[in-house]
């Protein structure tokens, strides 16, 4: 068993997360989230999703990354095509 490092659960099931050199150990996908998750520059939400990055400022979508920042969010779009 080990130890979940947000909420201190030691639980038979916990995972381990290894990013950037670091490693993760959480009991629920809502802690790893809770620690990892980057949080959106205007609505303050968690970004589960991809996001969207405008000059290394993270936004959960487009719409946020227009409204929180008109002047370099402006080009912003959620999915571009492939």
Same mark, same amino acid.
């Given at each position: 068993? =080990?130890? *979940?490092? /947000? *909420? @201190?659960?030691?639980?038979?099931?916990? !995972?381990?997360? +290894?990013?950037?050199?670091? /490693? +993760?150990?959480?009991? $629920? !996908?809502?802690? =790893? #989230?809770? %620690?990892?998750?980057? #949080?959106?520059?205007? *609505?303050?939400? &968690? #970004?589960?999703?991809? @996001? /969207?990055? /405008?000059? %290394?400022?993270?936004? *959960? $979508?487009? +719409?946020?990354? %227009?409204? @929180?920042?008109? %002047?370099? @969010?402006?080009? =912003? &779009?959620?999915?571009?095509?492939?």
């Amino acid at each position: 068993m =080990a130890t *979940c490092e /947000v *909420c @201190g659960n030691d639980y038979a099931l916990s !995972f381990e997360v +290894h990013a950037q050199g670091a /490693v +993760h150990t959480f009991d $629920s !996908f809502e802690c =790893a #989230i809770t %620690r990892m998750a980057p #949080i959106c520059e205007h *609505c303050e939400c &968690r #970004i589960v999703g991809h @996001g /969207v990055e /405008v000059d %290394r400022h993270w936004y *959960c $979508s487009a +719409h946020c990354a %227009r409204t @929180g920042d008109p %002047r370099r @969010g402006r080009e =912003a &779009r959620d999915s571009v095509p492939v």
